[in-house]
Structure formats: C-alpha cells, structure tokens
C-alpha cells in the first residue's frame, strides 16, 4: 500500500488542523494505521494509532484530549484531527501502516509503510 499525507501547515497556538492520509491500493481495510511525528533533532514517535475497523485508537499522552484519529475505509483515509495546538506539536507527521496483525500497533519497527511526511509548525 501507498500512503499520501496532507494537511499540515503554519498555523498559531491554540490553532487546529487535520491531516489525512490516503492509501492507494487494495484491502486498506486489512491495515492497521498510525501517525507519527519527528520533531528537528528528536527520534520520530507514535502520536496516534487505530485499528482495522477504527475500533479501537491508542493516543500518546501528549495528544490525548486534544488530537482524535478515525478512519474511512471506503475512502481508504485515515484522518488525524488535532485541536488545541501547541509549539512542542511542531514536527513533520507521518502516516503509516502494517498489514494484519492485532488491533494497535505502537512502534515505529512495527510499521511496514509510510507516506512522505507532512510538516505541521505550531508558532506562538
């Protein structure tokens, strides 16, 4: 599967976004998706992750309450809505997916596909 990321942007604190990320390809509903982030200098890390039928979502503490993940299967898009933005949000976002399996996955290595990386900075 391929992935495409979009959405991201400059915006303010206290600003919202949302981001998407379009599979291309067969069977997007056989992948469980996450999103990731990387900040300048810092190891990319899981921000949100959803299951195959969108059931079941896993948030970092550090988004939880203020980002939601859901998903459209018959629009192969995962969606990540992030309310409440904050300068430490600033990182490029990456979304990715891995066939199969349980209904989370949290670890970068888990991750069999990844889209291109969209850039979200977040001044004050």
């Known amino acids: 599967v391929q992935l495409q ?3 991201g942007g400059l915006v303010q604190a206290g600003d919202s976004l949302r981001l998407s990320c379009v599979a291309s390809g067969r069977r997007f509903l056989t992948y469980v998706v996450g999103w990731f982030r990387q900040a300048l200098g810092k190891e990319r890390e899981l921000v949100a992750a959803i299951s195959r ?3 079941t979502t896993h948030y970092a503490d550090s988004v939880k309450g203020r ?3 859901s998903r459209d299967n018959a629009r192969n898009t995962v969606y990540l809505q992030m309310f ?3 300068r430490e949000d600033t990182a490029v976002y990456y979304c ?4 199969g399996g349980g209904y989370v996955y949290l670890n970068v290595r888990d991750y ?3 889209g291109q990386g969209t850039q979200v900075t977040v001044s004050s």
């Open 67 to 69: 980002f939601t993940i």
């Open 84 to 86: 409440s933005l904050k």
């Open 112 to 114: 069999e596909n990844w």
């Open 53 to 55: 039928s969108g059931g």
């Open 5 to 7: 990321a979009s959405g």
């Open 96 to 99: 990715a997916a891995k066939s």
